[in-house]
Each structure stands twice: as C-alpha cells, then as structure tokens.
C-alpha cells in the first residue's frame, strides 16, 4: 500500500469513527424523550381504556373528557411529527420549547380526562341506589332482632357500594358488582319492619341503651312481646345505687 493509499484509508476511517460517535451522541440526546414519551403514552392508553370502558357501559360522558387540551396537545404532535420526519435529530424536537409544551399539554388534557371520567363512575355508583343511610335507618327503626340483622346486613353492603365509588372499574364485572349490591340495599331495605309502635320502639331502645325503667313495659309492650315470643328474652334487674 503506498504512502497515498495509506492516507485515503486512515481518511476513511476517521470519518466512519467520526460518524458513529455522532449517532451514539445523537441517541443519548433522543433517549430522554423517548422516556418523555413512554410516560405520557402510558398515561394517556389508561384513559382511553377508562373511557371506552364507561362507554361500552352506557354511562353518559363528555363529547370530549380532556377538553381542548387534547386538541392543543395534538397540535403540538403534528407539528414535530413533521419536523423530525425533515431531520431526525433530537434538536428538531426540542426547537422553541415545543417537547415542554406538548408534555404540559398533553399532562392537562390526561388530568381533565381523569377528572371527566372519575366524577362519571361516582354518579353511576351514586345514582345506582339513593336509600337511607345506614345511620339514617338505626335511627328510625326499633332495634328488633330481624331489624338488627338486616340492618348489619345493610350497612356492610353500603359500604362495599361507596368502595367500589372511591376506586376506578377494570372490568365489566365492576358494573355488574354496583347493580348487585344496589339490588341487596333495595331488598333489605323493603324488609325492614317500620310497623312497631312507638311504645315498642322506645322500650326497645332504652334496652339497646343499657337497660329501660318498668314504666316504658307497657301494656302495649307486653302484648308486642308475646306475639313476638320474645318475653324470655328480658329480665327485671334493680339498678345498683350509686355509692
């Protein structure tokens, strides 16, 4: 190889040497974006899912959750989609600050879509069953043993209802679940004995209290326990006088 052969192909080298240390300078510069990009796709895919989900479902929704936003946010896109596709360099993303503005809005259209499609899931569980509250019911009613029952009965169905409002559905299954315990409320809530008279619910309550003075056993009482089969349930015990 002569002396100008020798040169050309050092030449050569030092170009190709030169030209992969600027494409591995270039991926480092793509690489965080690329992560930019991951983590909104990945926020944005849960609330696509959310809303084809409530949709699929019936469940009345905005024509648009995120708002203009996401029309914002999609303007920013096409106009770096069409400038990387010129020249693939992370420069041409990050020109005039448009890879901030499409995170900032993509970010505000993601969060109003959130807050869309969380407040619809809340009205569907809400609007499923509108009955009394359990404390509401414990209240009104004589604590009798088959409104005791029900009533424990209710209350932890109520509960597991307001649950299942405070956590986004994953699956249909989810809907079904709301309308299953909606229809346990309505049918304990119609077994409930809201017929005791007012002599019973009182003596009834001082009990639950600790214990109710001679003059609530009534007539009216004592016939209402017979009935009930229920007068060996109770004793008459002297108070302790207090020292």
């Known amino acids: ?15 190709e040497q ?5 494409g591995l300078d270039e991926v480092q510069k793509l690489q965080p974006l690329l992560a930019d990009a991951r983590v909104l796709s990945r926020g944005l895919g849960i609330e696509v899912a959310q809303l084809h989900l409530l949709r699929g479902q019936g469940l009345p929704l905005p024509a648009e959750p995120a708002g203009a936003g996401a029309r914002e946010a999609l303007t920013t896109l096409d106009r770096l989609r069409q400038r990387f596709a010129e020249q693939r360099t992370a420069d041409r993303l990050t020109h005039r ?9 993509t970010e505000t259209a993601r969060f109003r879509a959130a807050t ?13 069953y509108s009955g009394d509250k359990p404390a509401d019911l414990e209240r ?8 005791k029952d029900r009533l424990n009965r209710y209350r932890t169905a109520y509960q597991d209802l307001n649950g299942l409002a405070a956590r986004r559905p994953t699956r249909r ?8 315990l909606a229809r346990q409320l309505k049918e304990l809530h119609q077994g409930f004995d809201f017929g005791v008279p007012e002599a019973v619910k009182q003596f009834l309550q001082a009990i639950a209290n600790g214990g109710a003075d001679l003059d609530l056993l009534t007539d009216e009482v004592r016939r ?8 060996g349930r109770y004793q008459i015990v002297a108070k302790r006088s207090a020292p």
Do not use: C, Y
């Not at 190889?1 to 170009?15: Q, S, V």
């Not at 299954?173 to 299953?180: C, G, L, T």
């Not at 209402?224 to 007068?231: D, E, N, R």
């Open 116 to 128: 869309a499609l969380d407040q619809a899931w809340r009205d569907f569980v809400a609007n499923s």
């Open 97 to 105: 600050q448009d890879w901030t503005r499409l995170k900032e809005r």
């Open 18 to 22: 030169q030209g992969r240390q600027a």
């Open 173 to 180: 299954e989810d809907f079904d679940r709301v309308h299953e």
């Open 140 to 147: 009104s009613l004589a604590p009798t043993d088959v409104n």
């Open 224 to 231: 209402w326990l017979q009935q009930q089969g229920s007068t």
């Open 1 to 15: 190889m002569t002396l100008l052969e020798r040169i050309a192909d050092l030449k050569r080298r030092a170009a």
